[in-house]
């Protein structure tokens, strides 16, 4: 049996080429358009989330008077995550040292020792690509220590790590955050259901 090529065939007139070549540019469009409709829907319920996340996260890191402004890049070293876990849980989670603040009164008092001495620290030539390495460390420590502490909560994480939320990748931290409301959410909705049982059970026995 012959193969019949979808463009065109050796027995199309030149009319039904035309026809033929109109129908494919046409689906082409068509099937670009819908492409273009889905992807304003996906980025528009992207920004859904992240506003309904950030706010979420604020109201339980109102107990310890801290707040996010972007969800993307608060989350970044990982202090914000911590909180925010240790908030939902109650627990008290380990931390690497605040790298920045460290860093600012290094800086602080190297602009001293300048001031008097009128020379500068040795090392400060190659200081800045070292600090960044180890502001970027730290930073990964961090967020290594929330995601292993989830992961002992039997948390299923499913292709998140450590520098997909340091780098501030929107999809993945949409999920991460989406996956935490779910375990402390739930979590919360069992323990209400238990204390109500068990005040229920209590009354039954008056």
């Known amino acids: 049996m012959a193969s019949v090529c979808p463009i065109q065939d050796p027995l199309d007139s030149p009319q039904e080429l035309k026809q033929r070549m109109k129908y494919l540019f046409q689906a082409e469009s068509e099937h670009r358009a819908h492409l273009v409709t889905l992807m304003c829907c996906m980025d528009e319920r992207d920004r859904v989330q992240k506003k309904t996340f950030t706010k979420w996260i604020n109201q339980h890191l109102l107990k310890v008077r801290k707040h996010i402004n972007d969800l993307y890049e608060d989350l ?18 380990p931390r690497e040292r605040d790298f920045l603040k460290t860093l600012r009164l290094v800086s602080g008092t190297e602009a001293c020792a300048v001031e008097q001495h009128g020379d500068t620290v040795d090392g400060d030539d190659d200081k800045g690509p070292r600090e960044r390495g180890r502001m970027r460390f730290h930073r990964l420590q961090n967020v290594q220590i929330a995601l292993d502490y989830l992961k002992r909560r039997q948390v299923k994480l499913v292709n998140i790590r450590n520098d997909d939320i340091t780098d501030g990748n929107p999809k993945l931290t949409l999920g991460l955050i989406w996956t935490i409301i779910l375990h402390f959410q739930v979590n919360l909705v069992f323990v209400k259901i238990n204390d109500q049982c068990s005040r229920n059970t209590g009354m039954l026995w008056d």
């Not at 970044?76 to 989670?93: A, F, M, Q, Y």
């Open 76 to 93: 970044r070293d990982g202090h914000n995550l911590i909180s925010l876990l240790e908030v939902l849980s109650g627990d008290t989670l």
